[in-house]
């Protein structure tokens, strides 16, 4: 289950401990959001790394210092660099791909 985010603090210090993470962002009134949120849930439960959830109305700073302009958004890290970032209609299968990739440079650092 992803861990949401309530403050831009806290997003900081997640950022800095986790080596590999990915970020759901959505927003209020957001039908598009609502529909992505299970199957991404779901694809992030079959990996090692953890997946949070922040919702950019709530916590307004992490848009700006994210650069994000639309929601949804998923992001990837691997030690504190975005790898990957697709927004408003993710393609499950390419995000598959990515997370693939950032689980295998994990494994890869251990």
Same mark, same amino acid.
């Given at each position: ?41 779901? /694809? ?23 650069? /994000? ?32 990739? /950032? ?8």
């Amino acid at each position: 289950m992803m861990k949401d985010i309530g403050s831009f603090q806290e997003w900081n210090d997640i950022a800095e401990k986790e080596p590999q993470l990915g970020l759901f962002v959505k927003t209020d009134h957001c039908s598009v959001c609502e529909g992505l949120y299970p199957q991404v849930a779901a /694809l992030a439960e079959r990996y090692r790394f953890p997946f949070y959830r922040v919702n950019a109305a709530e916590v307004p700073e992490i848009a700006g210092q994210l650069s /994000l302009f639309t929601a949804p958004v998923v992001l990837l890290f691997h030690e504190g660099k975005e790898t990957a970032r697709f927004a408003r209609f993710v393609q499950m299968e390419q995000l598959k791909q990515r997370m693939d990739e /950032l689980e295998k440079w994990g494994i890869a650092d251990a």
